[in-house]
């Protein structure tokens, strides 16, 4: 299903199926409210089983990197090759000890590179076996690589905290997300953000008397006291 539908589907559940010209609930307050719902439940899911299924996740397409000045990272030696992401990388949901980043590595989609913390990376010269090896870490929602051995792109691949934050990114041609693209979520996800909006939010605000006589004023349910018959 697409945000558009899974947001549709839940005003009209709120309001019975009926549709009001003068509607209180906005489509971009659904929209939100599922995100951030998707958001909590991805984190608790995590926390249980700590596996994460790949209809989550979300690819940022190709990413470009460019040279940056290596005195600046990490306490990195001058003569380092240091490449950082032209874009910032999305926000991505907060996992136990980790950013929800699942994948750095080659376009091909296969080759990965590993990520490690950004104050490990100035011992990385001191490794006898994989001191030449390209590695991959955040500073500041930028992606930077160390010995990246002239990568001009990689592909990025992750369960980001806001799914449309990636309609920013290019893939083949066309932007890599849209509200009318396969949200990125299970159904079984859909079915208790469904459920977990009507009851919640939208529960209270449906509660809220709407404008059914184009008045733009709330409408009376029970006639004024000393009114006549």
Request: aromatic residues 8%; glycine residues 6%; negative net charge.
């Amino acid at each position: 299903m697409t945000l558009n539908e899974i947001a549709y589907n839940i005003l009209n559940l709120v309001r019975g199926g009926k549709a009001h010209h003068d509607e209180s609930i906005s489509i971009a307050q659904i929209k939100f409210n599922i995100k951030y719902y998707r958001a909590m439940l991805i984190r608790r899911d995590f926390a249980r089983n700590g596996l994460i299924t790949r209809h989550l996740e979300q690819s940022l397409g190709c990413i470009k990197v460019k040279p940056t000045n290596a005195s600046k990272c990490c306490d990195l030696p001058l003569d380092c090759h240091v490449v950082r992401s032209v874009e910032k990388i999305p926000r991505t949901v907060r996992f136990n000890f980790t950013d929800a980043i699942t994948y750095v590595g080659a376009i091909d989609g296969t080759t990965r590179i590993p990520i490690v913390e950004p104050h490990m990376v100035k011992y990385l010269i001191h490794d006898k076996y994989t001191k030449d090896k390209t590695k991959a870490y955040m500073i500041e929602d930028y992606l930077y690589l160390v010995n990246d051995q002239d990568i001009g792109f990689v592909n990025v691949r992750g369960v980001f905290e806001d799914p449309e934050e990636v309609s920013k990114f290019d893939c083949d041609g066309t932007d890599c997300y849209d509200d009318n693209s396969a949200f990125p979520m299970p159904a079984d996800m859909i079915n208790m953000i469904t459920s977990g909006i009507i009851q919640g939010e939208m529960g209270l605000l449906s509660s809220t008397m709407s404008d059914e006589v184009l008045n733009r004023k709330q409408d009376m349910t029970t006639p004024p006291r000393g009114g006549g018959q």
